[in-house]
């Protein structure tokens, strides 16, 4: 049964990104910091979907809202030793983006930028 914690976290996320349409692959990539488990990738993509927050179609992914991430106000920078949440690599200084349904992060300054869409 899919964690209902990180399925909200994980819509969360395809709420706030930054590309009006990106490969299914990309997202999946992005839903990976969450969670590594396919059926909660299942239902995160089928809730986000199920919300009008994305549209599926041909290995596309749509997303509606345009809501971006402020990386001034949502996105927080700790030090620290962290390990990064998408590439796993040790670093000193963690970014995590703040969302109603908590915390994802430690990421990487690369790995950041990535997984908002912002590279």
């Known amino acids: 049964m899919p964690d209902r914690e990180q399925v909200?976290?994980?819509v969360q996320l395809l709420e706030r990104l930054e590309h009006a349409e990106l490969p299914l692959s990309e997202v999946i990539d992005r839903i990976e910091t969450i969670t590594s488990d396919p059926a909660t990738t299942r239902e995160i993509l089928d809730v986000a979907e199920m919300?009008?927050?994305?549209?599926?179609?041909?290995?596309v992914?749509?997303?509606?809202s345009g809501n971006f991430l402020s990386f001034q106000s949502e996105v927080v920078e700790k030090k620290g030793e962290f390990t990064c949440k998408r590439c796993g690599a040790s670093i000193s200084?963690?970014?995590?983006m703040q969302m109603r349904a908590g915390d994802l992060g430690p990421f990487g300054s690369s790995c950041i930028r990535k997984v908002t869409g912002r590279e």
């Open 93 to 96: 200084t963690g970014y995590f």
């Open 61 to 64: 992914v749509h997303v509606a």
């Open 8 to 10: 909200e976290l994980g």
């Open 51 to 59: 919300r009008g927050v994305i549209d599926r179609e041909d290995g």
